[in-house]
């Protein structure tokens, strides 16, 4: 398939319309109209459908556009990589992550890539699981971290899939909390508590999940998913919240991380990259393999 008329298939789906997808592409409407019936022709199967609403992909169309968003991220991988091996410019490369990644695995990541390739151009981003998928399908990113999605299969459409392990939850407090001096903490100790949780999505669920599964829905005062915001609300005595053993890398004198008395909840941590990887994506993960394990560093 024509990727170009790919991407005219996506433009009328994104806008709804063929004139509106002709004039971002600034093409005419039959000239659009044609490219959508070739993919058509060549697909066997509608691609599009027109209603009172507009026109919509099918789930062919969807699919159409998602595999060749993927290819057209691994030629721009393949490009920058011939170029790479040419000499023809410095080695670059984007890393996302969840905002906590950004505290203690990224930093290291970047330290680790900074002494093996000191010209290195580094570009970061914040990203959730989704958004990081369709950074490195669009070749916007190389590498990233991101959270587990259970209903997720662990095999993506051109995305390698490597497990870092599981990061086992840590309870912030404040200094002066009537629990700091413990050495454990149990988590129905904390029912009474305000709560300070990440954004709601399918990862920030967790601290909520774990409240419940210790008999308790929390108070919920605060969503945030900026981990030092988390850490300064709770130093003002607004709330208590869960963290990652990363946070310990990067915390305030009047906060204390505890572990919490079994069971303890986890969150599992996967670095993405596209398949096959680029030069850049290869360290990156080379690198990676050689973080301290998550579970170590409770």
């Known amino acids: 398939m024509n990727l170009r008329f790919v991407e005219t298939l996506r433009e009328v789906g994104e806008r709804g319309s063929f ?8 093409f005419t ?14 697909a066997g199967i509608p691609l599009v459908v027109r209603s009172r609403q507009g026109v919509s992909l099918t789930a062919a169309g969807r699919l159409v556009v998602e595999h060749a968003e993927a290819i057209r991220g691994q030629l721009l991988q393949l490009e920058t990589s011939l170029t790479e091996l040419s000499g023809g410019s410095r080695l670059a490369v984007g890393i996302g992550g ?54 997720l299969a662990q095999r993506l459409a051109g995305i390698e899939v490597v497990e870092m392990g599981e990061e086992p939850m840590l309870v912030l407090l404040p200094q002066t909390h009537r629990l700091a001096l413990e050495s454990r903490v149990t988590l129905s100790d904390l029912a009474t508590e305000p709560w300070i949780v990440g954004a ?96 170590a560093k409770n």
């Open 29 to 42: 409407q039959p000239a659009v109209s044609r490219q959508v019936a070739q993919l058509e022709r060549e």
């Open 98 to 151: 969840f905002p906590s990644a950004f505290i203690g695995m990224i930093p290291e990541l970047v330290h680790g890539l900074r002494e093996r390739v000191p010209e290195a151009e580094i570009t970061l981003k914040r990203c959730g699981h989704d958004e990081a998928l369709s950074l490195l399908r669009t070749a916007e990113i190389d590498f990233a971290f991101v959270f587990a999605r259970p209903e």
């Open 200 to 295: 709601p999505d399918p990862t920030s669920s967790i601290i909520v999940n774990a409240c419940l599964a210790a008999g308790f829905e929390p108070n919920v005062v605060f969503e945030t998913d900026d981990p030092l915001a988390t850490q300064s609300l709770i130093a003002a005595g607004l709330g208590v919240s869960l963290s990652s053993p990363w946070a310990s890398t990067a915390l305030r004198e009047d906060i204390v991380l505890k572990p919490l008395a079994p069971p303890v909840p986890t969150r599992r941590v996967r670095a993405l990259v596209v398949d096959p990887p680029g030069p850049g994506a290869r360290i990156l993960l080379e690198l990676a393999r050689e973080l301290v394990p998550l579970e």
């Open 19 to 26: 004139s509106a997808a002709a004039a971002a592409l600034h």
